[in-house]
């Protein structure tokens, strides 16, 4: 009988140290779901498991159920599940600023921009500044500029700095104009301080000559900027983003990002760039990449021209509307290259804004004048918005990557003819020709200038309608691209455009476990469907950190 008892005791514990070794302890499982993996081929699957905040493994939801014991478990009740979604070209701090500040989009004309301002006003009687934004002159039956005559009239002694919808030109009036200790116009390289016809200030900044008065604006203090990017985070956690580019800082805002990550004041993951300013260049080629968990710091941001809207893009032939204008450069072509020929000796990135046909050869001419390796550089373009046709094959010559921006087209389609003409608008918002020629899109929103949610980018990349459905038949639908590449152009193409393509952008073992949890299906819903999907869950790093009640 004993030998019998002790047979017995060793047989259970085998049985014991099997099931310890069989079923391996993790974090997180996944389970029940339609999983786009978002991998080489596109594979799905049904379940996965999570430990230290990286995915381990994938499969069947049996097999991993059976492989693995977990902490946490989630039944995903059949809903479908992708990478946390990428925006590869976006303003954070402008998205914590803009929620304190005065919401001019979609104001049908400049009497309502003057009554939201008013009632800001009364809610705020002791503001010195009113900081607006989002107006858009294109939307008013009166298309031309607004000047600052009502702003005067209503404001007197109180400083008015209202951005249009692109950041590309202000509106403001004579009390932030006498701070500034601007009475006259004077040149401003890369930018325009409007006048009227007897040579007064209209109160118009355009590009450049907006900072001769944004810098007398008072800086938030640093508590309360970290408070607006919380919230910020949260809103966009809600609509599935994990990871942001953070498209152009100064030294002093990116040293205050570098501390919010350092204290783990915030969660998302942020590829910040420096912005083109030389002293900050030269300071982060000297200091050499910076890279934590969530926050990068490795591409310049080059500024080479300004926005189709203001009429601030540098265009080869004047604009269809205005024939005394083919807008300017921010920096003139040899201080462009000069920066660039600093920075090619670097292991930094360079990433330029570049929105006229005129803008866009420049830039890459003088990217395909210092590269011989594009592949390795991965040098970007950001929005590449008008290109002209004989122009495009240099994306694939160079290796140079467009970044864009799908709700561009959907939000500048009703005047961009008006603007550029019937033949040059065809080289414009052209995603499905870039596409072609580098084989990848790094796809953002540009938020604030358009809404944060990715989902509306997607939708315009795909359909090419706005959130009506106008036009009918899209946009130049020979620009859609598929679902598909949509999504790799928000998650894994995003993620290549910064490096981190063997980190993160897709669901494959050894990769960050950030992923999300949609209510409906974006890659089978119908079209008219996609922008009212809904985000159940957002994980970063196997927590959850936004969960729909």
Request: charge should be neutral; include cysteine.
């Amino acid at each position: 009988m004993k030998r019998l008892y002790s047979f017995l005791l060793l047989f259970i514990s085998a049985l014991f140290m099997v099931r310890c070794t069989t079923n391996k302890e993790v974090d997180l499982i996944v389970y029940n779901a339609k999983v786009y993996t978002v991998d080489s081929v596109f594979s799905q699957k049904e379940a996965f498991a999570i430990k230290g905040g990286i995915f381990v493994d994938m499969g069947t939801s049996e097999e991993i159920q059976n492989k693995y014991v977990a902490k946490e478990v989630i039944d995903a009740g059949g809903k479908a599940i992708y990478p946390g979604f990428y925006d590869a070209h976006a303003h954070f701090l402008m998205l914590a600023d803009m929620l304190e500040q005065v919401n001019l989009n979609g104001t049908k004309s400049y009497d309502e921009v003057i009554k939201k301002l008013i009632v800001y006003q009364q809610e705020n009687p002791d503001k010195r500044w009113i900081i607006g934004r989002g107006w858009d002159q294109n939307l008013w039956e009166d298309k031309s500029f607004p000047t600052k005559d009502s702003l005067d009239k209503y404001f007197p002694e109180t400083s008015i700095f209202l951005s249009r919808v692109d950041y590309h030109t202000a509106l403001v009036n004579s009390k932030a104009l006498h701070i500034a200790q601007l009475d006259t116009t004077r040149p401003v390289p890369g930018g325009l301080m409007a006048v009227d016809s007897l040579g007064n200030l209209t109160g118009i900044l355009i590009d450049n000559a907006m900072e001769l008065v944004s810098r007398h604006i008072p800086v938030s203090e640093e508590h309360h900027l970290l408070l607006g990017l919380r919230k910020a985070q949260d809103s966009l956690f809600s609509v599935g983003l994990t990871s942001i580019v953070e498209a152009g800082l100064s030294l002093e805002e990116l040293e205050h990002l570098k501390k919010f990550y350092q204290q783990d004041s915030l969660k998302i993951r942020n590829y910040a760039m420096i912005g083109g300013n030389a002293r900050d260049i030269e300071r982060y080629i000297r200091e050499g990449i910076y890279e934590s968990e969530r926050l990068t710091i490795r591409s310049v941001k080059l500024m080479a021209d300004g926005a189709l809207g203001s009429r601030g893009a540098f265009l080869f032939e004047p604009y269809s509307d205005d024939s005394l204008t083919q807008g300017f450069l921010l920096q003139s072509p040899k201080e462009l290259d000069d920066i660039i020929r600093k920075i090619i000796k670097t292991p930094f990135q360079i990433s330029t804004h570049a929105i006229g046909d005129s803008a866009n050869r420049l830039v890459l001419d003088i990217y395909g004048k210092y590269l011989k390796n594009g592949e390795k550089k991965r040098w970007r373009i950001e929005h590449a918005q008008v290109v002209s046709p004989s122009d495009f094959s240099k994306f694939a010559q160079f290796r140079i990557i467009p970044s864009v921006q799908p709700t561009h087209a959907t939000s500048d389609m009703y005047w961009a003819e008006s603007r550029l003409g019937a033949e040059r608008v065809k080289g414009a918002y052209a995603y499905k020709t870039l596409l072609e020629q580098y084989g990848k899109l790094a796809l953002g929103s540009d938020f604030p200038v358009e809404h944060f949610n990715p989902l509306y980018g997607f939708h315009a990349a795909v359909t090419r309608v706005d959130k009506n459905g106008f036009p009918a038949g899209g946009f130049q639908m020979e620009n859609a691209i598929t679902r598909e590449e949509a999504l790799r152009g928000m998650t894994i193409w995003a993620a290549f455009s910064c490096f981190q393509e063997k980190k993160r952008g897709s669901i494959e073992r050894g990769k960050d476990a950030d992923f999300i949890i949609l209510d409906e299906d974006i890659m089978t819903a119908p079209d008219n469907q996609l922008r009212d999907i809904k985000t159940l869950r957002t994980v970063i790093a196997g927590e959850t950190v936004f969960l729909r009640q």
